[in-house]
């Protein structure tokens, strides 16, 4: 599967984003374009046995501004802020809702050796997403601000972080560009993802 690179700060207002993007604004030294505002509905699922968790991998289906589509990915390794995980992601054009989308995915039987008969929702992330491109050369990341609401067994929890990803480009030099925005930016990094923290709440409904 693809790896994926990417940078995260806790953010606990919009203030908090717009000081983030002042110091990347200080500091990179490329094309900035943006605002683009997204909005994410993420359906997360799992056989009833949780074989997908079992496995350490997170099943999705993304709603993102009305197109559809199913990633897989493995645990979120964080460390100092960077988030590691691999993914795999299926366009599912041809759905129209969320139901359309399960029967089209449960069309593939398994996927990555694990089942997705039977498959079920667990909890729903719903992300308004702010976003911004960073060009420079052949390196091109993006920033967000993403305020989730996460929704777990009747449970809601509110949470906005800043992440950095890599699109493309140098890993060690998108690394020490994030270096820099950690040193000036004065924000914290989280303990754990979206996902992780989801499943917490899950684990606390238990």
Known sequence: MPIECEFKWK?????????????????FTGHITGPANIL?????????QQLWSAHKTALRIRC???????TAKSQTKMM?????RQEETLPLHQAHNLPQ???????????LGLPLAGVQMIFTITNHRQTYQLTSGADVYELALDDCLLEVAGRCK????????????????FSLFAGILQKNCGLSVPEKSKVESARALLEENK
């Not at 994410?40 to 009833?48: G, I, K, S, V």
């Open 64 to 70: 993102a501004n009305g197109r559809f589509e199913a």
């Open 101 to 111: 989308a399960l029967e089209l995915l449960k069309t593939k039987s398994t996927w």
């Open 11 to 27: 953010a606990h207002n919009t203030e908090d984003f717009s000081r983030m993007l002042g110091v990347i604004k200080k500091y």
């Open 40 to 48: 994410n509905q993420d359906a997360y699922l799992d056989t009833p």
């Open 80 to 84: 100092n802020g960077k988030a590691v």
């Open 158 to 173: 509110e949470l906005k972080e800043i992440e950095l990803e890599l699109k493309k480009g140098n890993e060690e030099a």
